[in-house]
């Protein structure tokens, strides 16, 4: 039942990362359709500005493509199976260090009311495991 509950976490953490990428890359939905937290770039390094309000809109736009780019080697990463450890490790410190911007820019509230904190459970429970079935990783172990 392992082998089961960390693929599915890996998929599933995988899949958390990559579809909000999708959102501001705008495949989610135009912005204000309902179908898309932010529907397009701009809309996404407003949101970043909202949660670092101490830098400017281009430090906003700098740090909104490092994270957007982080999340994709996270997401593809941990869909694939390739270092599922290190890339649990990274998903935690992404996501921890997301909810603590959200704590301090909109409230204690507002990472729960995403699944944030779960991400980063997630993420540290993938770090705790050595061997990973049904992953690039095991197949690479077994060569």
């Given at each position: 039942m392992t082998t089961l509950a960390q693929l599915f976490t890996r998929i599933a953490l995988g899949l958390g990362f990559l579809l909000p990428v999708g959102d501001?890359?705008?495949?989610?939905?135009?912005?204000?359709?309902?179908?898309?937290?932010?529907?397009?770039?701009?809309?996404?390094v407003t949101y970043t500005h909202q949660l670092m309000p101490f830098t400017n809109m281009y430090t906003a736009n700098i740090a909104g493509l490092a994270a957007t780019i982080a999340e994709c080697v996270l997401g593809i990463?941990?869909?694939?199976?390739?270092?599922?450890?290190?890339?649990?490790?990274?998903?935690?410190?992404?996501?921890?260090?997301?909810?603590?911007?959200?704590?301090?820019?909109?409230?204690?509230?507002?990472?729960?009311?995403?699944?944030?904190?779960?991400?980063?459970?997630?993420?540290?429970?993938?770090?705790?495991?050595h061997s990973f079935p049904w992953s690039v990783d095991a197949l690479l172990n077994k060569n």
């Amino acid at each position: 039942m392992t082998t089961l509950a960390q693929l599915f976490t890996r998929i599933a953490l995988g899949l958390g990362f990559l579809l909000p990428v999708g959102d501001r890359l705008g495949f989610m939905g135009a912005p204000d359709s309902g179908k898309a937290a932010w529907g397009d770039w701009q809309h996404f390094v407003t949101y970043t500005h909202q949660l670092m309000p101490f830098t400017n809109m281009y430090t906003a736009n700098i740090a909104g493509l490092a994270a957007t780019i982080a999340e994709c080697v996270l997401g593809i990463c941990l869909i694939i199976g390739f270092k599922v450890k290190w890339m649990g490790l990274g998903a935690a410190i992404i996501t921890l260090t997301f909810a603590v911007f959200m704590i301090f820019s909109l409230g204690i509230g507002a990472p729960f009311s995403y699944p944030v904190f779960v991400f980063t459970g997630a993420g540290l429970l993938l770090y705790t495991h050595h061997s990973f079935p049904w992953s690039v990783d095991a197949l690479l172990n077994k060569n």
